[in-house]
């Protein structure tokens, strides 16, 4: 269970996110000056809504995809993406989330716009992602596959395993996303369990909410991880520690502490 400090900082992040704030706000949560925020509504990144007297109010899904967005549309964007490209140099480019995507998109015949409008993310920053220039994070990458129907393991063309027994060197690993490294354990086609390990880094996760149906668990193998359910929860769980919840809260976590965290993820049905 949540501790009462655990309750009383959900109750106050849930009142902040859930009221829509003015600029100066926005701006201080997103780690932006205002005139940054002014100049990516120029752009066309985000329209926010108009309160009274015409000033900007920022909802909390504006908030989720201006922090999102903001390693992307700043000037330093080619340098992040030569930095990944540098950090995992034998990887193929057919080997990374977006170029995946892209080629179901144009199997399935679904237009740019239309998949980023389902996944609440730009048309621009899912170009991004698909030509490999960006990496997604969990909570877009989620956003995507459900968009497309299809868990991630799927668009990466697996069917599953058949073994019933899965040695340590057969689980699969997926590529990395912002800090989280996700090993498939084992899934067998058709199966309405999906069991994984992630690898979160410090300051590593989520990168946003996200919901879908169904339920899961999270074991704590090793460090420690914040989970947030409907930004009215907060839970901090330690080495042993273990979080159920019901898929369609909207949730998201970060490893604070100093040291990876492992986590033994049980989703069903099957999400990544």
Do not use: C
């Amino acid at each position: 269970m949540a501790s009462a400090r655990d309750s009383d900082r959900g109750q106050a992040a849930g009142g902040t996110l859930n009221t829509p704030v003015r600029i100066g706000e926005a701006a201080r949560m997103v780690g932006v000056s205002p005139s940054t925020l002014r100049a990516w509504e120029r752009a066309g990144w985000l329209q926010p809504d108009r309160g009274r007297g015409r000033h900007r109010l920022y909802s909390r899904r504006d908030l989720e995809r201006l922090t999102e967005m903001r390693p992307l549309i700043q000037p330093r964007l080619r340098r992040l993406a030569l930095r990944r490209r540098l950090a995992a140099p034998n990887a193929a480019i057919e080997d990374l989330a977006g170029p995946r995507f892209r080629a179901l998109r144009a199997r399935r015949g679904v237009s740019l716009r239309t998949l980023a409008r389902e996944a609440s993310v730009s048309p621009a920053y899912l170009s991004l992602i698909e030509r490999g220039l960006a990496t997604p994070t969990v909570a877009v990458l989620q956003r995507i596959a459900a968009a497309m129907s299809v868990t991630v393991l799927q668009a990466f063309g697996e069917d599953g395993l058949t073994a019933k027994l899965v040695r340590a060197g057969d689980r699969r690993p997926l590529p990395g996303f912002n800090g989280v490294d996700i090993q498939d354990l084992v899934q067998f086609p058709n199966a309405v369990l999906q069991i994984e390990i992630f690898t979160v880094a410090p300051g590593g996760g989520s990168g946003g909410a996200y919901r879908h149906q169904g339920e899961e668990a999270i074991f704590v193998l090793e460090g420690e991880l914040q989970v947030w359910l409907d930004e009215t929860e907060h839970y901090h769980l330690a080495t042993g520690d273990l979080l159920y919840f019901r898929s369609d809260q909207a949730h998201r976590w970060q490893n604070p502490g100093a040291d990876p965290a492992r986590l033994f993820w049980v989703n069903t049905p099957p999400t990544f």
